[in-house]
């Protein structure tokens, strides 16, 4: 595949560094350890392109999916992890080859507008935000950040500005966080296109299968995200040479290799590990719906997000204003919320005392606490780090060199491309 074709394939995606071993390709089975999103994708991927080669999945829980699943009941339906996608042509491919294109659809796009809750405020967040920051002293950082290995903090010098846009995506404020990993395009972190950036863009909208997506707008699946890795997990189970093996834990890709009697270059580690040293962000998610009647005062939208972590919950998204299908009975409306465990001792009362204060003081109808999840972290200079790695096997995933679902989408893509 030429550098032009790669680049409209795979887009900003290209700046990453792919940790694949390059030998993987002669292997004649593969064993991937992680059955999320990532690893079903690279199984997936793989296992088309090459009949002939012999797949193992690997997954230590008793389910497929990793942190990605959908809590229902009755009518309410909420999404755990990720609920809606930003475009990116590989993902709409994938949902083409499953078959699932018509549940997958636009979001609502009257329910965009985000906010950020400053000193007991609320302030609507948009692209025009950046120019609080100042065009000079935008660009000037831009133009340090170029050097590599700096914080989102120092590349968007606003702190409620940069805090808003890393905790929206990773659950943590932006001194934590690397400019590299977050914002490659912005940074110029990698490679940059071999065309210019408005012929690739349009090159990139002219590719994508099913619909074209607006600017800016996201996608979403009607029965939540659940239901994309449970029809990867029927097509990867429906494929003679794939074998899944749940319930099964493995040490290392150096054990991995050992008992499935393969080489070290054979192995693809889709789960967490690679970074021993780093830390996770922990979160609880509770589903909170109301009588519409009682939420007049929210206004519609995608969310807020709360840097003050005098408050427990770091996030509030409105599912039922976003998603194309409903995620909540007629005449209700569903939230989705955030709470990070540094910021909570555990006591769900103090939820509830929140929630009074930034919804509604009316008791809700739905409050559940839907469970917990992890988030990588991915502090300054990481990107630069893992970008000087040459591993003995394959590390992909969402605790590598993206956190977006786009990202490991697209990374199994390419991951297949060296076969
Ligand atoms: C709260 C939250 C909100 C999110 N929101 C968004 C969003 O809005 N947009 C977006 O694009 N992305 C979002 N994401 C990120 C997205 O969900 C991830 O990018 C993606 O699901 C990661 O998939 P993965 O396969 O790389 O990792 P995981 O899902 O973590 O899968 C790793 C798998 O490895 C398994 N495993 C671990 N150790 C072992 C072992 N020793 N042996 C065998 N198996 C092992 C685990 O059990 C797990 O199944 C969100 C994530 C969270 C948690």
């Known amino acids: 595949m030429s550098n032009v074709e790669s680049w409209i394939r795979h887009g900003v995606e290209m700046r990453r560094p792919l940790l694949v071993n390059e030998s993987l390709s002669q292997a004649e089975k593969v064993v991937i350890v992680g059955g999320g999103l990532s690893g079903m994708c690279c199984a997936y991927r793989i296992a088309l392109k090459r009949p002939d080669v012999e797949i193992v999945l690997l997954e ?62 609320k302030h609507r967040l948009s692209f025009s935000s950046l120019f609080k920051i100042g065009p000079f002293r935008l660009f000037k950082a831009m133009k340090k950040s170029r050097k590599g290995g700096v914080s989102v903090a120092d590349l968007l010098p606003h702190k409620s500005i940069a805090d808003a846009l890393t905790l929206g995506i990773v659950n943590d404020t932006s001194e934590n966080v690397d400019a590299d990993f977050l914002m490659p395009a912005m940074t110029k972190f990698g490679s940059s296109p071999p065309l210019k950036n408005s012929i690739l863009k349009k090159r990139i909208q002219e590719s994508y299968p099913l619909f074209i997506p ?74 909170v719906g109301y009588r519409s009647e009682d939420v ?39 939230f989705r919320i955030m709470v990070p465990h540094k910021r909570w001792s555990g006591n769900e009362d103090l939820i509830l005392d929140s929630i009074k204060n930034l919804l509604s003081n009316s008791d809700p109808v739905l409050f559940e606490n839907l469970g917990t999840r992890s988030i990588p972290s991915y502090p300054p200079g990481y990107m630069r780090e893992v970008s ?12 590598i060199s993206g956190v977006s679902v786009t990202h490991v989408v697209d990374e199994a893509e390419r991951v297949a491309e060296f076969f």
């Open 296 to 334: 007049t005062d929210v206004q519609h939208g995608y969310g807020t997000l709360i840097p003050d972590d005098s408050i427990p919950i770091s996030g509030i998204l409105h599912e039922s204003d976003v998603h194309h299908s409903k995620r909540a009975p007629k005449g209700h409306r569903l």
């Open 60 to 121: 230590k829980s008793n389910r497929l999916g990793g942190v990605i699943s959908t809590w229902s009941q009755g009518e309410w339906i909420c999404d755990l992890a990720v609920n809606a996608t930003r475009p990116h042509p590989a993902f709409w491919r994938l949902i083409q080859d499953l078959n699932l294109s018509k549940e997958f659809n636009p979001s609502q796009s009257k329910a965009k507008s985000r906010w950020i809750l400053l000193g007991g405020k």
């Open 214 to 287: 607006k600017k800016g707008s996201i996608a979403s699946l009607d029965r939540g995200m659940q239901s994309l890795t449970d029809a990867l997990q029927k097509r990867l189970e429906s494929m003679e040479n794939v074998t899944i093996q749940t319930g099964h834990a493995v040490e290392s890709p150096e054990s991995t290799a050992q008992d499935f009697d393969v080489s070290l270059e054979s192995v693809i580690w889709t789960a967490p590990g690679f970074h021993k040293e780093s830390n996770t962000t922990e979160l609880s998610i509770f589903a």
């Open 388 to 399: 000087k790695r040459s591993p003995d096997c394959t590390f992909v995933g969402w605790g």
